[in-house]
């Protein structure tokens, strides 16, 4: 079975208006009521799908718990690898600031 970030063809960092936008343009190639009649039914079934994957990704507390129960391991490794790169930033801000120099006014322009 597909994700739901499969169904849309987004990825999991998608933002919401790329979720919208990913809505729109398949629900106006899959509603029932545009696609020829031979294939009605099978339309209305993907139809379905599209919109139960865009109503749990377009709101924020359903979207966190399908990625807590579909990809909880995964998100955690990539949660604690950014808390580690966010700590190697901030240890090299700290070295930068401590020599006395300014971000701001050491580019060149």
């Known amino acids: 079975m597909a994700s739901l970030y ?3 063809g987004i990825s999991m960092g998608a933002s919401g208006h790329e979720i919208k936008a990913a809505y729109r343009k398949l629900a106006r190639t899959c509603h029932p009521d545009v696609v020829a009649m031979n294939q009605k039914e099978s339309s209305a ?3 379905i799908k599209i919109h139960s994957a865009y109503s749990t990704l377009s709101d ?3 979207r966190a ?3 807590r129960e579909t990809y909880g391991h995964k ?3 990539r949660s604690s690898s950014n808390m580690a790169t966010s700590a190697s930033m ?3 801000y700290q070295s930068f600031s401590q020599q006395g120099r300014k971000w701001e ?3 060149c322009w």
Request: charged share 30%.
């Open 105 to 107: 006014t050491d580019q």
């Open 65 to 67: 718990k399908y990625d």
């Open 6 to 8: 499969e169904v849309l």
């Open 60 to 62: 924020p507390d359903k």
């Open 75 to 77: 998100i955690m490794m």
């Open 45 to 47: 079934n993907m139809f």
């Open 90 to 92: 901030s240890a090299t």
